[in-house]
């Protein structure tokens, strides 16, 4: 995926008022059951992703469908990395992207991803945090985006080995960030949502499970 989505996220950042802050021990993000896709907005750069809610395993859950396609969801939401700072969701992938490689261009496509990002005071400044189901990209290893610097890809799973399986995540936002970047993180002001195979042409589907924000573990 270039480095569209990335940017027209900050885009979205820039031109509005990102929420307060939420003083609660969890932030739903997302609940698809109850909320549906309320609050996500749709970003489209190479076609569209199929993005829909289904029933699955008897739960409401958004099923991702992409076929040579990029777009996105992102949902303004702003926190503070330091307390919020348990990021959990649960996933499902079909298979890998063929092709994918998470250190080149012609294979920056993922079958799942969740993105926190970062505004800058500058919009050069934004960072984005990415969780990926990486294809060759070893599990727990991590690498800037293959476009830009500001975005970096940490593969929380990796390969066709748990394919068809739910997993549950959990993920220290600022333990990641720090190391990702090597600094404290800002406040962050939105997350993302992206299956997308643009760059290889090739067919993926996901599943992406409720997600929350928690100040514990």
Partial sequence: MAPRFFWAAVFILSMAICPGSVSAAEIAVARFGTEGLGGWEVK?????????????????????HA????????KKLSFDPAEYRYLKWSWKIRQTVAGGDAKSREGDDYAARIYVIFPGF??????ALNYIWA??????????NAFTANARMLAVQSGAEMAG?????????LADYRRLFGEDPPPAGALAIMTDTD???????????????STSP
């Fill in 199 to 213: 760059n290889t042409g090739v067919e993926a589907i996901a599943w992406y499970g409720d997600i929350t924000l």
């Fill in 122 to 127: 500058f919009f050069w400044q934004t960072r």
């Fill in 44 to 64: 489209e750069f190479e076609g569209l992703t199929d993005y829909r809610l289904v029933e699955e395993d008897g739960r409401t859950v958004l099923e991702a």
């Fill in 135 to 144: 294809n060759r990209l070893p599990k727990g290893d991590f690498v800037s």
């Fill in 165 to 173: 399986r739910w997993i549950s995540e959990q993920r220290d936002i």
């Fill in 67 to 74: 076929k040579g396609s990029a777009s996105g969801l992102v």
